[in-house]
């Protein structure tokens, strides 16, 4: 998914300002990265930068961030801070992107299906990792990972190994763990 962001540019830095900041409805963030670019400290609407975290592919959306209307950078959201009691955005970080250059992202894992062996042997579905970390091109990033369980029956299991066959990117993360696994009921 693509979203574009607008972004003013500041001058000033500061606890002070970035209060002032926040009372007029937006919020500080600075933008890294590039191989030649300084980093810029910039302000956005957190409406608009809360609705594309919460978005399916969340902090691996790809966001055309135009800074005073002028070009626009292909970035990612790094980090983000948040108020701790009321959960509103107070700051957030963006990496500038070379959409030729693999980057490492974590993505989350969805099972599809009601698994055999949980219907008909009474087995119970185990779900130990609901994320993993990738490599893939900025261009090639999966919103999730799914995987069908409906043909599993007890002791079957699905490592990520057998994801990564055949697909775009490269586990960063070991490619033996465990994902998804059906086991006996205990008693």
């Not at 979203?3 to 300002?17: D, M, Q, S, W």
């Not at 900041?21 to 670019?37: E, F, N």
């Not at 057998?162 to 990117?169: F, I, N, Q, T």
């Amino acid at each position: 998914m693509d979203a574009t962001l607008e972004a003013v540019k500041r001058e000033t830095r500061g606890k002070n300002e970035a209060r002032r900041l926040r009372v007029a409805g937006r919020i500080p963030a600075v933008v890294y990265g590039g191989t030649d670019k300084e980093p810029l400290a910039v302000s956005v609407d957190p409406k608009i930068l809360s609705r594309i975290l919460h978005s399916d592919t969340g902090v691996n959306t790809l966001i055309d961030l135009k800074v005073d209307g002028g070009a626009s950078d292909r970035v990612l959201v790094k980090d983000f801070l948040l108020d701790p009691i009321h959960h509103r955005l107070l700051h957030a970080d963006f990496y500038r992107l070379a959409l030729d250059k693999k980057i490492t992202v974590t993505v989350s894992i969805h099972v599809k299906g009601e698994a055999k062996g949980v219907k008909l042997q009474g087995g119970v579905l185990d779900f130990p990792n609901r994320d993993v970390e990738i490599e893939v091109l900025p261009t090639e990033i999966p919103e999730h990972i799914e995987i069908d369980v409906t043909e599993m029956m007890i002791g079957d299991g699905v490592r990520l190994k057998d994801l990564a066959e055949g697909a775009r990117w490269t586990p960063v993360s070991d490619p033996d763990t465990l994902l998804v696994h059906v086991v006996p009921p205990r008693t």
